[in-house]
T-cell receptor, first 114, second 112 residues
Framework: DAGVIQSPRHEVTEMGQEVTLRCKPI?????LFWYRQTMMRGLELLIY????????DSGMPEDRFSAKMPNASFSTLKIQPSEPRDSAVYFC????????????FGDGTRLSIL | QKEVEQNSGPLSVPEGAIASLNCTYSDRGSQSFFWYRQYSGKSPELIMF????GDKEDGRFTAQLNKASQYVSLLIRDSQPSDSATYLCAVNTDTGRRALTFGSGTRLQVQP
């Protein structure tokens, strides 16, 4: 079975540019999560969706970040304009409904903002 | 205030020994507890999950949960060099919120 698929795997861009990260969850999963991981702050939840609807975006750092889920098989996380402090690994995860269901992570996107 | 606490390590154990990883959490209402393993440069990989007090065993791994004391632990028996990784504890700290809160992870080094 295909796992969570993220693209691109690596992104290097200059400050001020728009960055779009993409995620395809595991088929049938109705929860989708976006995380950011840095050495300093560890793994942080940015936003999560249930049935394509954003449920909690309290972890989104600022208005430069936005996320959408237009359908059950696709989500994007956009940063505009990007800044060097946005450099991190961004993970997408998905799970079945139910508080006891584990989350399955994609391979992540390593983002470097110069 | 950190909601999920882990010792950052590194925890160093010899090959074949038992590695014991611990995690404490602050929300008494927490219901679901997960252990993830993360190799350097890779994504977190689910190792085990536990919901009820007591022990849960899966191969060389045992998860232990004590809700009264608010801690969850992971024991790795017969540790192998391939077990060297960072182990992340994750807790569902809000039953209404659904999202997990992760600890900062414990780095385990298994010495051959």
């Amino acid at each position: 079975d295909a796992g969570v698929i993220q693209s691109p795997r690596h992104e290097v861009t200059e400050m001020g540019q728009e960055v779009t990260l993409r995620c395809k969850p595991i088929s049938g999963h109705d929860y989708l999560f976006w995380y950011r991981q840095t050495m300093m702050r560890g793994l942080e939840l940015l936003i999560y969706f249930n049935n394509n609807v954003p449920i909690d975006d309290s972890g989104m750092p600022e208005d430069r970040f936005s996320a959408k889920m237009p359908n059950a098989s696709f989500s994007t996380l956009k940063i505009q304009p990007s800044e060097p402090r946005d450099s991190a690994v961004y993970f997408c995860a998905s799970s079945w409904t139910g508080t006891d269901q584990p989350q399955h992570f994609g391979d992540g996107t390593r983002l470097s903002i110069l | 205030q950190k909601e999920v606490e882990q010792n950052s390590g590194p925890l160093s154990v010899p090959e074949g020994a038992i590695a014991s990883l611990n995690c404490t959490y602050s929300d008494r209402g927490s219901q679901s507890f997960f252990w993830y393993r993360q190799y350097s440069g890779k994504s977190p990989e689910l190792i085990m999950f536990i919901y009820s007090n007591g022990d849960k065993e899966d191969g060389r791994f045992t998860a232990q949960l004590n809700k009264a004391s608010q801690y969850v632990s992971l024991l790795i028996r017969d540790s192998q060099p391939s077990d060297s990784a960072t182990y992340l504890c994750a807790v569902n700290t809000d039953t209404g919120r659904r999202a997990l809160t992760f600890g900062s992870g414990t780095r385990l080094q298994v010495q051959p």
